[in-house]
């Protein structure tokens, strides 16, 4: 009896933190709001009632709660002003994970340089108004500013404005991006979680569950199916 007992609460346990990744992901945790909160609750990332909310300390964040990502800003990058935007609806549902298929890049100069050459095949040879990534990360651990959080982008046809997108410069069929990267696009996923711009509740997806190609290459596929909120195909 005690043993059943036992069970069905761990089991609740289980139920509720699986509920509560976005807070986790957040670098937060889940608890009764009259709890005094050192840094800021955040509403819609923990399971429960309504007053069990995300308390995010402040430290995890820093400024704008993205403290541990370093994105490198358009005007960092010298990048060309975009010809046209789209506001983009937030919080988005979903993020796309790609690779550029370039060579990689591992230190910022030769990431920046990498990532002016995109910006002028996307605009000039693509005819695109902007780069076509939210984001893109380098092999320095840096995230580069595409069109950023504001804009819809040119990523992955029919959810652009579903999904932001990250894209790893580099080419990653045979093995994965090192662990800077990796770490980078996974602490820029939980501050946009955390500044409101992704979905706690958002589904992970590569290029290539929504489309017709090799992206983000079949290692790097392979990886992102082993973290929080892979989606598989989509729907
Ligand atoms: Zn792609």
């Not at 092999?139 to 999904?163: L, M």
């Not at 017709?212 to 195909?233: E, R, V």
Request: include cysteine.
């Amino acid at each position: 009896m005690i043993a059943c007992c036992v069970a069905i609460v761990l089991a609740l346990v289980f139920q509720v933190q699986g509920a509560d990744e976005g807070c986790t992901a957040a670098s937060g945790h889940c608890q009764d709001d009259s709890i005094h909160c050192s840094g800021s609750y955040q509403s819609g990332l923990c399971s429960g009632a309504a007053n069990r909310r995300c308390c995010i300390p402040t430290g995890s964040g820093g400024s704008g709660g993205c403290s541990n990502v370093n994105i490198v800003t358009r005007s960092q990058w010298g990048a060309k002003a975009a010809t046209a935007h789209t506001a983009m609806p937030v919080p988005a549902p979903e993020f796309f994970i790609h690779h550029t298929e370039t060579p990689p890049c591992s230190d910022r100069a030769g990431c920046i340089a990498r990532v002016q050459s995109i910006q002028s095949y996307h605009m000039g040879h693509n005819g695109w108004s902007d780069i076509g990534y939210s984001f893109l990360v380098g092999e320095d651990g840096n995230v580069y500013e595409g069109r950023g959080w504001g804009y819809v982008g040119a990523h992955t046809e029919q959810y652009n404005s579903k999904g932001f997108a990250a894209s790893m410069i580099g080419s990653f069929d045979s093995h994965v991006p090192n662990d800077k990267a990796l770490t980078a696009v996974k602490n820029l996923i939980a501050c946009g979680v955390q500044l409101g711009k992704i979905a706690g509740s958002y589904r992970l997806y590569g290029h290539r569950d929504a489309g017709q190609t090799s992206c983000p290459g079949t290692a790097l596929y392979n990886l992102i199916q082993t973290w929080p909120h892979y989606s598989h195909a989509h729907p």
